[in-house]
């Protein structure tokens, strides 16, 4: 059993976020899936955008803070696209980390991972947010850093596919996405 801090992507906590906890929370792991903007989601990647924009990035970074404060230092960060950003983000912040699952998205600096951290990623392939260049450049300097790094990619669907409210939401990839993120969860 692991605990498990899930943010939201861009568009603001949507049923997706809910559901994939509450499908953690089914295996066994303790979640938490914060607010990170206090408003409503929104209806549209634009429409997310524009209220990261107004709620600004650092903002969104406290409230991820606040989240974690009295998590145990051992929890597992993740999240979706940008939620994958917070997640990477805070890793230096948290050395303790049981790993960094990252949905839709890369995350984490190479300078914060500590050697044989377990980190595994689903993204799109290619992603229109992370082009195939820069998901390699990242990779490279993961496993350069010592991470214990899994590289999962879906070809032919997009970004956000394991959301089934979104235009590009693959039933597929999706079916193929959670057994590998339980697996990951379930790994000593």
């Known amino acids: 059993m692991r605990h498990v801090v899930l943010f939201h992507s ?8 809910r559901a994939a906890a509450d499908r953690l929370r089914a295996a066994g792991h303790q979640v938490s899936a914060p607010d990170l903007y206090g408003v409503p989601a929104a209806d549209t990647v634009e429409d ?10 650092d903002a969104v970074l406290d409230r991820a803070r606040a989240a974690l ?11 979706f696209s940008m939620g994958a950003g917070v997640a990477g983000a805070l890793l230096a ?3 303790e980390a ?7 998205g890369t995350g984490g600096a190479p300078d914060a991972v500590r050697p044989g951290l377990p980190v595994q990623m689903h993204l799109a392939d290619p992603d229109p947010y992370d082009s195939p260049d820069e998901v390699d450049e990242w990779r ?20 956000l596919f ?16 959670w057994p590998r993120v339980l697996a990951f969860l379930a790994a000593p």
């Open 10 to 17: 861009v568009y603001g906590l949507r049923p997706a976020v």
């Open 48 to 57: 997310g955008f524009a209220l990261l924009d107004k709620i600004g990035h």
């Open 69 to 79: 404060r009295d998590l145990p230092p051992e929890t597992v960060l993740a999240g």
């Open 93 to 95: 912040e948290r050395p």
């Open 98 to 104: 049981a790993g960094l699952l990252l949905l839709h």
């Open 140 to 159: 490279q300097a993961m496993l350069a850093a010592g991470a214990d790094l899994t590289v999962f990619g879906y070809p032919g669907v997009g970004h």
């Open 162 to 177: 394991t959301d089934p409210d979104v235009p590009e939401y693959s039933p597929d990839a999706t079916a193929a996405t």
